[in-house]
Nanobody, 116 residues
Framework: QVQLVESGGGSVQAGGSLRLSCAVSGRTFSDYAMGWFRQAPGKEREFVARITWSGRSTYYADSVKGRFSISRNNAKNTVYLQMNSLKPEDTAVYYC?????????WGQGTQVTVSS
């Protein structure tokens, strides 16, 4: 059973930075593509970023391109989301996801709040 635990959320002023971490346990971390999603109050969960199992390819939502960066350390079974130039509209609960084929496993989420 794969388990994901996010950390690093918090409150920051607009223009600030945060780094989210997602520690993965239970299975071979490198088998999974990893992603970050977010859900703001009253809105549906949306895609933020994804990184392939090898780390060679990354993908971003248009709303975060150039500001966010996803990376992974397979030796530490951890995926990161570096968030720079944060905006109030980035406020949401951020979820880590492990993806393999049709299966997606979710973490419990971490709150990010950006004040203007």
């Amino acid at each position: 059973q794969v388990q994901l635990v996010e950390s690093g959320g918090g409150s920051v002023q607009a223009g600030g930075s945060l780094r989210l971490s997602c520690a993965v346990s239970g299975r071979t971390f490198s088998d999974y593509a990893m992603g970050w999603f977010r859900q703001a109050p009253g809105k549906e969960r949306e895609f933020v970023a994804r990184i392939t199992w090898s780390g060679r390819s990354t993908y971003y939502a248009d709303s975060v391109k150039g500001r966010f960066s996803i990376s992974r350390n397979n030796a530490k079974n951890t995926v990161y989301l570096q968030m720079n130039s944060l905006k109030p509209e980035d406020t949401a609960v951020y979820y880590c996801a492990a993806e393999k084929g049709a299966v997606t496993i979710w973490g419990q989420g971490t709150q990010v709040t950006v004040s203007s």
